[in-house]
């Protein structure tokens, strides 16, 4: 099985809610696409294609400031509880990590890891570069990407139109080839029933939102992921300058409904997060669904301070361990293993009795 | 307000779960329907009639054995929250305490009560004594009252007709006059869905089943009251023996279907009760209903061995303590404060805090 801890920072330093806004924004993901002149797109390319993009994108990664010395994983050589692994830490996509469909990943789908940086080889673009941070912290997060792009620009043949700029495989992703977004949790915004007018305000300023996984994923325990819908026509900074404006907006928004609810319904709001947390503490099943949910409706409590003692930090590891691969992993089980709810129940109630509430 | 101290063990000894099968069998309880001669059955009584009654059977009370110093309690001069207290005791009926359409109880109303007996005094019938023990203790609790009954049958003229036995306002009463109960809690066959078989049994062998405050009242908790239905033509050793055959009988079918859940299903039942416990002890707001349906989760744990160091008499006084008027008198609040729910779940955690788990 694949050793996280080689990774640094085990692979979820942006989960540690170190970041700004911590408590409500959970973390701040941005990536570009970028390809390779000469090669054919990653969906018509032949394995002879792909492993040779890998191959010169390894070349440059070796030679490069920034991806010296990056934990270089083959997708196509893990089993599928390693490749869920990596998917269930945002490190790879559903579709890189062969999971969507249960199609083997293809030679040439690698994963490269270095410090808070990563680039997927061979997914719907040669390479995705992405960059994670704890909270919201979009410049910061760009500014690490940025320079990335430019190590690995000065080694690889980026494919780049001057009228269009970056070419990419879907042509929505062309220009900028950048997607910048923040998982946030607006439980306020949900329990006042004003978060489908806020979200339906999103699509009118080019936004957009998705669940805890990304594309085609729902929405569980109140996390959303909101990003940029168009990648052409405006500067990476304007893009970002933009979603920025906007998240905090957002944040705004769910302080006041916090606000709302603490004014006009604190009993309830206290009732809802400490159930919550009972039945995290108290059961002997859960499915990771529920287990969201409930972290949900404890988060909030945390947040305003109606459940002392209960680090954010150990909300979000809980989130991060208690997914059916990271589960498994650590238990030593497999993820279809009709235990795993119990298990999951054991290992929560294991985690919160070492912080005392 | 009424002083419920002065009662005898507070009127709840019944409930203090030293009885026997005391975790499936709350309490047995036991009332025989008596009639002065001479005087026209409640219904048609005038308030004249009813207070001629009342000091009848004061005086009998007065110079009887076992009736000599009971406290006597007029419910027409009682406020509604008392009268409800009393009925949340069991110690009088709905109608006595003229709850059940809130007309103020009609002069001549009373209780009086003397250790674990009770006499309603014009309620349907001009007498109805009663007994309670904790447990399942069918001849213990029918001795007493049998003493009572001959005690005040020396006093008073009971009607009696040689062929029908005790005359009674409602016929179906007639004959014994004795209707003895046994509260039982089958969460067991309720969680293997066989209680409906049980109960359907039960019709066919004369026997009934009721909810928790007697005649007309829901199921909640899954706690049933078992009821003969007849009064006629048995004596009442063989009305005894009959019901105390049956609930045996249900009691060791209540106790197949815990094996059967514990061996079958041992993680769905352990996480049910703990949820239960977890909800009890965190909670913010409970109302009655659900607290009875949570009380027969833990319940079961505790019968099951599960849960730990929490005892059923501390159940039991849950199950007393977070009904509604008993709440309020306890909190100087009224039944119908919007903030009963929290006041409730503020006293649950208060309780269980003192029990360690």
Redesign the interface.
């Known amino acids: 099985m694949i050793d996280l801890s080689l990774l640094p920072d085990g692979g979820i330093g942006w989960l540690d809610a170190s970041g700004p806004r911590g408590s409500i924004v959970l973390s701040t993901r941005i990536r570009l696409a970028r390809n390779l002149e000469g090669y054919v797109f990653s969906q018509r390319a032949k394995d002879a294609d792909r492993t040779a993009v890998l191959t010169r994108v390894e070349e440059a990664g070796a030679a490069s400031e920034l991806l010296r010395g990056a934990v270089t994983i083959r997708l196509d050589q893990l089993e599928r509880l390693d490749r869920q692994l990596l998917h269930e830490r945002h490190l790879v996509s559903k579709e890189l990590a062969g999971l969507d469909r249960e199609v083997r990943p293809r030679p040439g789908a690698a994963l490269m890891v270095q410090g808070g940086v990563g680039v997927m080889v061979n997914e719907e673009d040669h390479l995705r570069l992405h960059g994670m941070r704890s909270g919201f912290a979009l410049e910061d997060a760009y500014a690490q990407l940025e320079a990335l792009d430019a190590d690995l620009g000065r080694l690889l043949p980026f494919a780049f139109h001057p009228e269009f700029g970056y070419l990419t495989s879907c042509p929505t992703n062309a220009g900028t080839g950048l997607r910048a977004s923040v998982l946030i949790h607006l439980p306020g915004l949900v329990l006042t029933k004003e978060v489908g007018k806020v979200l339906q305000g999103l699509a009118q300023v080019g936004l957009t939102f998705r669940g805890l996984y990304g594309e085609g994923s729902e929405v569980v325990g109140n996390f959303f992921q909101l990003s940029n819908q168009t990648t052409l026509g405006k500067s990476e900074d304007e893009l970002l300058d933009h979603l920025g404006k906007i998240v905090r907006q957002v944040i705004e928004y769910e302080e006041q409904a916090r606000d709302v609810l603490l004014r006009t319904a604190p009993?309830?709001v206290?009732?809802k997060t400490?159930?919550a947390?009972?039945?995290l503490?108290?059961?002997?099943?859960l499915t990771f669904e529920e287990t969201m949910n409930l972290l949900s409706g404890v988060r909030l409590g945390v947040g305003l301070n109606l459940i002392p003692g209960l680090s954010v930090y150990t909300l979000n590891k809980l989130l991060i361990f208690t997914q059916p691969a990271h589960l498994a992993a650590l238990e030593g089980r497999q993820t279809g293993d009709p235990e795993l709810?119990?298990v999951r129940?054991t290992y929560v109630r294991r985690v919160l009795e070492t912080e005392a509430v």
């Open positions: 009993d309830e206290a009732d400490w159930r947390y009972g039945l503490k108290y059961a002997r099943k709810p119990t129940a």
